[in-house]
């Protein structure tokens, strides 16, 4: 199971980030609008899980290509640093348009 | 033993009654994977005739041929047949037949659930084809949206019949994926580490944990819309606090990944032929592997992507859209493997080739469209018009019919054990490859012209005419080649010469036998140290035969095999099969009864239906006990491997798990409901909030927290050899005043029918309480296996099986009771 988790773990973090991300920005833009430090308050709150998600992905990834932690040479440490890559470029490209885009329009 | 001696003794072990009796009971997964496919190819041929209906309707305009009522239902069965009742089960079915011959095991891990879940399946597709013949089959589309299928504007009994009938038909999916991801994982040869394991058997994997985790949010939707419908409950009704989108959340939640649901089998059926077919190895092993993996999970990041017309707000549709133009990233990682694997070896053009070829044009036009609907500007031109038609026909036809004729064509001989004779299948894929394009591409070009779908008639003035007529043509050519198909194959399973054995030289363990597959698959089970074991091995076959590899000696009737650790392939334990049984035909009729009764509202009919269905449950776990501890048994090559019932982590602990990972899905998607209707349903805070009790929370707490330590007590004193019945009645009453907990919320919820927090309340309090009920009965029969002399220090595998579904209940319970008492706290 070790090996199965070590494979699956960076997506699924892909999947929670990016569903509680999309469900965190229901919630603020229901809540109504209001600014820190002329940026709109929705858009503070959202862009630091962006941050944590792409933190907790490259931790992950600096994992996988630790003596320590990564798996047997082979088919599942190459599966594994793949689906680690797959994860941080997901964050990245998923994730994008928290910092591009502006919140609740 | 000679190998004579040997095949006619396994035959007697393995095989099934004779005739068409055998078709009830047996529990095998050759009958059960052919019968699977047979039905599957039956629904194909309804679905297919009433896309023949459609095209008909529309190739002329103002055409009187159907009215828009019979209309409507004839493209809500097309699209509810081809989805639910042919391409998920052509896939569960391949796998089914083909995944223990691969995997070199002598049947999948739980065979009862196989038959259990072909006939619900059965069952459920029927229910729906007998409503399309009395005229009332489903008409609100496909996908059902509300509130065009509430009561209010779909009353009678048709949106019902979809509801309850997919629900049904759903059962068998999910005990298909539960039995193939504990199949995947543990029933292979020894050696075959997940290294090792044939490509099918990855994709297959990767495909039940998607049906696992992106079914349970359809199955919510369609227990909540049914409640709606029959009890009035407003969980899709704006004015009373539900909110029709959440029905299209929950729908696409499982309606995207569904795509690849269906794609994902028919690239493992791709992964394995391309190479034979061009006679080398895949190339990029770890690269398609990790491509799966990747569109697997980015497929759950994409169903808004439906939504986009929807008025969500601007970051909403840039998260989707992003994740919609990174999808194509692994598929294209698989294409271009695909052609590097074609390019390193030396392609023959033989039948199945064709139908790859065919896919490779059509699939990638289909990915193409794909994209540009992933770019917003675009969608909102294109949505709900015939382009959208058009490009789901290249993705799942491209994507799923094309491959699976060419796997039809690789794997005929080894169903029959015969060769292909007549040249009719190179004609009739001709006309398929054209008829399909002719009808789509055109359908592209309608849409962009500004045709509707699901239209029953235009006017001559809108300028589709010539193009409907043209697609309509193509359609009737698509349906030659079909018919030309079909008939090839019949003509090779009656009339073609015998074939010999591995006819395509393939190197994977399913040629590894006699064909067709005898009932006992392996007469001995594979050593594998390869990915391509009969490359290796050309004499496998043989080898095995003569009783060399492990468990070659039959032993007093029993059907044995082995399962191994996940990951090494190493031997673990020594597992028995249950022989054959008309239990499961019998189970999914009651369980048929329990759907039939809600549909038809005979409500009386639905505690006995459950009582029945109780029953039977309980008779199926009770035949699983030993009254003697098993000694270590000897499976060959010098090894002796424990008993499945003396494990800590036996086959239905691993089951278990799987099925609580679907569950935990369903669990999730209600919770999320719960909170999507809070926060962005109109109508809401709601006029009376539910009033809480410390009481009854603390009260409902404990016994979610007494319960399972008290599992685990009873589990620490069945394994020192002390009693752990008292321990097992502990967690039983735990469980019990979990119950009540949720029983008092369900009894107090503000008016269910007034607004949708009550309803939600009502519903989310009916989840704990049905699981406390569970965990009960899983307490009570555990208890009295004790009781009984069934358990032991050693025979212990039941003690985890129920903890954990012990400590679910618990997490989910305490979660539910937390939720709802809260919510009162804070207003």
């Known amino acids: 199971m070790t090996e199965i988790f070590r494979i699956l773990i960076a997506p699924l973090v892909w999947f929670v980030s990016f569903s509680a991300i999309y469900g965190l920005h229901g919630v603020l833009c229901e809540t109504g609008p209001g600014a820190f430090e002329g940026w709109p308050v929705q858009r503070v709150v959202l862009i630091s899980p962006v941050l944590l998600a792409i933190a907790l992905q490259v931790v992950n990834l600096w994992m996988l290509y630790q003596p320590r932690f990564t798996a047997p040479a082979g088919l599942l440490r190459f599966v594994s640093r793949a689906g680690g890559w797959t994860g941080l470029v997901a964050t990245v490209w998923t994730l994008f348009p928290v910092v591009a885009l502006s919140a609740c329009t | ?827």
Request: net charge positive; proline share 6%.
């Open chain 2, 1 to 827: 033993m000679r190998a004579l001696e040997r095949h006619r003794k396994l035959s007697a072990i393995w095989a099934s009654e004779t005739g068409f009796r055998g078709w009830f009971s047996t529990v095998n997964h050759n009958d059960l994977g052919r019968m699977f496919l047979f039905t599957a190819f039956l629904f194909f041929i309804i679905g297919g005739l009433l896309a023949m209906l459609i095209r008909v309707q529309l190739a002329t305009p103002h055409s009187a041929f159907a009215g828009p009522e019979i209309y409507n239902q004839i493209f809500t069965m097309h699209g509810t047949v081809m989805m639910f009742l042919f391409a998920i089960p052509t896939f569960e079915g391949l796998a089914i037949y083909l995944l223990p011959k691969l995997l070199g095991t002598r049947d999948l891990a739980f065979p009862r659930l196989t038959a259990y879940g072909f006939w619900c399946y059965a069952f459920g597709g029927t229910m729906l084809i007998v409503a399309m013949v009395f005229g009332i089959a489903p008409d609100g589309g496909w996908f059902m949206y509300p509130p065009l299928s509430s009561a209010i504007h779909s009353p009678g009994i048709n949106a019902d019949f979809w509801l309850i009938g997919i629900t049904f038909v759903e059962i068998s999916a999910i005990a298909a994926a539960v039995e193939i991801t504990v199949s995947v994982l543990k029933y292979r040869a020894p050696g075959m580490s997940l290294e090792k394991m044939p490509i099918f058997a990855w994709y297959a994997l990767v495909t039940a944990l998607m049906i696992l985790t992106g079914f349970p949010p359809l199955i919510l939707g369609s227990v909540l819309l049914e409640l709606e419908r029959a009890f009035g409950l407003p969980f899709f009704q704006a004015d009373l606090g539900g909110d029709s989108l959440l029905w299209q959340h929950l729908f696409w939640l499982f309606g995207h990944p569904e795509v690849y649901i269906i794609f994902l089998p028919a690239a493992g059926v791709i992964s394995t032929v391309l190479p034979v077919m061009c006679r080398t190895t895949l190339l990029g092993y770890g690269w398609i592997v990790s491509a799966a993996l990747a569109l697997a999970f980015l497929s759950f990041g994409l169903w808004v992507h439906h939504m986009f017309t929807t008025g969500i707000p601007h970051l909403g549709l840039a998260f989707f859209s992003a994740a919609s133009t990174l999808v194509a990233v692994p598929t294209g990682v698989q294409i271009f493997a695909w052609i590097g694997t074609m390019w390193k070896g030396r392609p023959e053009l033989h039948l199945p080739m064709l139908h790859i070829l065919g896919f490779f044009v059509t699939f990638v036009i289909g990915g193409l469209t794909g994209v540009m609907v992933a770019v917003v500007p675009f969608d909102w031109q294109a949505h709900d018009t015939a382009f959208i038609t058009a490009h789901l026909h290249y993705v799942l036809f491209g994507g799923f019919v094309f491959p699976i004729f060419a796997g039809i064509y690789y794997w005929l001989p080894h169903f029959t054990g015969r060769r292909q004779f007549f040249r009719l299948g190179e004609l009739a894929f001709a006309l398929v490859f054209s008829g399909f394009h002719i009808t789509f591409l055109a359908m592209h070009w309608a849409g962009l012209l500004g045709q509707r779908r699901r239209i029953s008639a235009y006017a001559p003035e809108d300028g589709w005419t010539t193009i409907n007529l043209i697609s309509s043509v193509g359609s009737f050519i698509l349906a030659i080649g079909i018919a030309m198909i079909l008939i090839d194959v019949l003509l090779h399973v009656f009339t073609a010469r015998r074939s010999r054995r591995n006819p395509w030289n393939a190197s994977t363990l399913e040629w590894a036998m006699i064909t067709p597959a005898p009932a006992y698959t392996f007469a001995s089970l594979p050593q594998v140290s390869s990915r391509d074991p009969l490359a290796r091995e050309p004499e496998l076959a043989t080898t095995l035969a003569r009783g060399e590899g492990f468990l070659g000696t039959p032993r007093d009737g029993l059907r044995e095999t082995l399962a191994v650790d996940s990951a090494s392939g190493r031997p673990e334990m020594h597992v028995l099969y249950p022989a054959n049984t008309r239990l499961p035909i019998i189970m999914s009729a009651v369980t048929g009864l329990f759907f039939l009764s809600l549909l038809l509202k005979f409500y009386w009919i639905v505690p006995l239906a459950l009582a029945g269905v109780i029953v039977l449950a309980w008779k199926w776990v009770r035949s699983l006990g030993l009254r003697d501890d098993p000694a270590m048994q000897p499976v060959g090559h010098d090894l002796n491997l424990p008993s499945s019932a003396t494990v800590e982590r036996a086959p239905g602990w691993w089951g278990s798990v799987f099925l609580l990972t679907a569950n935990g899905t369903f669990f999730a998607a209600l919770l999320f409901g719960f909170a999507f209707l809070w926060t962005v349903a109109p109508g809401w805070p709601p006029p009376v909030w539910f009033t809480p009790s410390v009481a009854e929370l603390a009260l409902g707490v404990a016994g979610a927290v007494i319960a399972p330590l008290a599992m685990r007590r009873a589990i620490r004193r069945n394994r020192a050899g002390d009693a752990p019945l008292f321990s097992v009645l502990i967690a039983l009453s735990g469980s019990a005043v979990l119950g009540i907990a949720c029983a008092a919320l369900m009894l107090r919820a503000p008016a269910p029918t007034e607004h949708a927090y009550g309803s939600t309340l009502l519903v989310l309090g009916g989840y704990g309480l049905f699981h406390a009920i569970i965990a009960a009965l899983m307490g009570g029969f555990l208890a009295r296996q004790i009781r009984c002399g069934y358990t032991s220090a050693k025979r212990r595998a039941a003690f985890p099986i129920v903890a954990l579904w012990v400590k679910y209940t618990s997490i989910t319970g305490a979660i539910i009771l937390l939720a709802a008492h809260l919510s009162g706290m804070l207003s």
